[in-house]
């Protein structure tokens, strides 16, 4: 069973930048493409990023194209989420999850964490 555990959320200013990680136990990855959703305040879980296991598909959702990175180290287990040029709307619980395809739908993911909190102050 794959187990997720997200970090490197926090509090910071419009413009800061953050890098998010998602490590996996053991090489529960292994062949498994990641993705990134958040959970905004009153809002519905939003797609945010995605990378295969080779990273030879990475997709980003519009709002974040430009500012975000996402990239994975499989030696050890770990994806990240670079978050550059951060704006309020930004602000979110980031959730990681882990499949077989590409897919803009959470329940389309077999296995995610309990998320780390993102908060972004103008």
């Known amino acids: 069973q794959v187990h997720l555990v997200e970090s490197g959320g926090g509090l910071v200013q419009a413009g800061a930048s953050l890098r998010l990680s998602c490590a996996a136990s053991g090489s529960a990855l292994n062949n498994r493409a990641v993705a990134w959703f958040r959970r905004g305040p009153g809002k519905d879980d939003e797609f945010v990023a995605f990378?295969?296991?080779?990273?030879?598909?990475?997709r980003y959702a519009e709002s974040v194209t430009g500012r975000f990175t996402i990239s994975r180290d499989n030696a050890k287990n770990t994806v990240y989420l670079q978050m550059n040029s951060l704006k309020p709307e930004d602000t979110a619980l980031y959730f990681c999850a882990s499949g077989n395809y590409f897919s803009i739908q959470k329940h389309e993911y077999d296995y995610w964490g309990q998320g780390t909190q993102v908060t972004v102050s103008s």
């Open positions: 990378i295969t296991w080779a990273g030879g598909d990475i």
